[in-house]
């Protein structure tokens, strides 16, 4: 992986989200005094994406996905000049320009945070009117209008924290709701099997249909109004007014050149954000930055995780030397009166430890005598003291302790509470 020299004049970011205002914020703190061209998607400020679902489900007013404010607010404050409506078509990185809606820009530095959409599958029938994917702000809008217009049926496709988050709208403005997922059970890359249970027995017992194991084959218009899912390899159909495709969500990188640029799911990065190319960063959800964990590189969509990348990156561009070591997995929902935490790595593990009390859930993994994540349902205090004590030991390569003089008091308490149980 390889720097750009300080005598940078000019730097490029691709994308307009969190990534790239923490970028634009470590140039100017790093003191980086050139031109600044965000390359922006659309004419919308910066949103947080996890947001987005909380305003469709009438959490949140529409100004609180925009944790920035206004393009002109959060960019303007480091003098950087957004291109709004200038999607990146195509970046030469070894000769560092690129081609944009607006023409071909030449820079010294660049940061790839371009973010991710959702995936929409190639089925027939997944553009029809009632059928929404859910992960920018247009998408939520487009679903808080679907709900003025009182739909009584949905079924959400994907067993995920975004899926949850809309079977709890339907569900709480009295609608029939089906959960469905290729998977065999809830939340399958954040939650143990034992885990998945639980929360999969709490929402059969508030009249979710759970339908899982199930691959959505097409959908089709009915005629006089709604929508019929039917799924492969089955009989079952499910009539409804309304299906939300929550399957996950996949890099904006058509507009790289994977012959030049090191590309797994994401692009990979070293611990200062730079690619493989000289001068040419990346962060958030298009990079794949360390799993501290795993030591693997993996994309982790955390809005903080992606400030951070940015930050880093844009230190770097200047010149800084600034690190990140990386993140770990986790994953904080609450939904249908319940909390669930899933924290590390899932399905790693080759020994755990399970605890179950009145409306309460905890089970802890190890590998090699090692904890290297854990679930919580309804234990969100002892969760955070979790979490924290699991970053700080994969910072230090050492095991997780309950003397670590590194946290309070009061954290090693509750953390003897759950490991010496």
């Known amino acids: 992986m390889s720097g750009v020299a300080k005598k940078a004049t000019r730097a490029c970011?691709?994308?307009?989200?969190?990534?790239?205002?923490?970028a634009c914020r470590g140039l100017r703190e790093s003191g980086f005094a050139g031109d600044i061209d965000v390359f922006a998607q659309g004419g919308l400020p910066p949103y947080n994406p996890m947001?987005?679902?909380?305003?469709?489900?009438?959490?949140?007013?529409?100004?609180?996905?925009?944790?920035y404010g206004a393009s002109d607010t959060a960019f303007g404050r480091y003098r950087a000049r957004v291109r709004r409506d200038s999607p990146v078509e195509k970046l030469f990185a070894r000769e560092r320009r690129l081609v944009a809606a607006g023409g071909?820009?030449?820079f010294d530095t660049c940061c790839i945070a371009s973010g991710a959409s959702p995936i929409v599958p190639p089925i027939p029938g997944a553009t029809l009117p009632g059928v929404h994917a859910m992960r920018t702000?247009?998408?939520?809008?487009?679903?808080?209008?679907?709900?003025?217009?009182k739909p009584r049926r949905a079924l959400v496709v994907g067993a995920s924290m975004v899926g949850i988050k809309l079977v709890e709208l339907f569900w709480k403005a009295?609608?029939?709701?089906?959960?469905a997922d290729l998977a065999e059970r809830i939340f399958p890359l954040a939650a143990h099997p034992d885990c998945s249970r639980v929360i999969e027995d709490r929402l059969t017992a508030?009249?979710?249909?759970?339908?899982?194991g199930c691959a959505l084959e097409r959908?089709?218009?009915?005629?006089?109004g709604g929508l019929l899912a039917s799924f492969a390899n089955s009989t079952h159909r499910v009539d409804v007014d309304i299906v939300i495709l929550a399957i996950g969500v996949r890099a904006n990188l058509g507009f790289v050149d994977r012959e030049e640029l090191e590309v797994r799911q994401g692009v990979l990065v070293d611990t200062r954000m730079r690619t493989n190319v000289a001068g040419v960063y990346a962060a958030g959800d298009c990079a794949?930055?360390?799993?501290?964990l795993t030591g693997e590189p993996q994309i982790i969509g955390l809005w903080a995780n992606a400030r951070n990348q940015g930050f880093t990156a844009g230190c770097n561009m200047a010149g800084a030397g600034r690190e990140y070591a990386g993140e770990i997995l986790h994953n904080i929902t609450h939904f249908m009166g319940m909390d669930f935490v899933g924290i590390g790595d899932v399905g790693t593990e080759n020994s755990s430890t399970t605890e179950q009390g009145d409306g309460w859930f905890r089970k802890v993994f190890y590998r090699d005598g090692k904890v290297v994540g854990a679930n919580f349902v309804d234990s969100y205090t002892e969760a955070g003291v979790f979490k924290n004590a699991l970053v700080k030991q994969a910072l230090r390569g050492r095991a997780l302790d309950t003397t670590d003089t590194a946290l309070t008091p009061l954290q090693n308490h509750l953390l003897r509470r759950i490991l010496e149980r």
């Open 51 to 67: 947001l987005t679902s909380y305003y469709a489900a009438g959490k949140i007013p529409y100004a609180h996905m925009f944790p």
């Open 13 to 22: 970011l691709i994308g307009n989200g969190g990534a790239a205002v923490e």
């Open 219 to 224: 959908i089709d218009a009915i005629p006089g």
């Open 104 to 106: 071909e820009f030449s």
């Open 174 to 179: 009295g609608m029939e709701v089906t959960l």
């Open 206 to 212: 508030k009249g979710i249909d759970l339908r899982f």
């Open 288 to 292: 794949q930055g360390m799993n501290l």
């Open 137 to 149: 702000v247009e998408d939520a809008v487009a679903v808080r209008e679907a709900m003025d217009k």
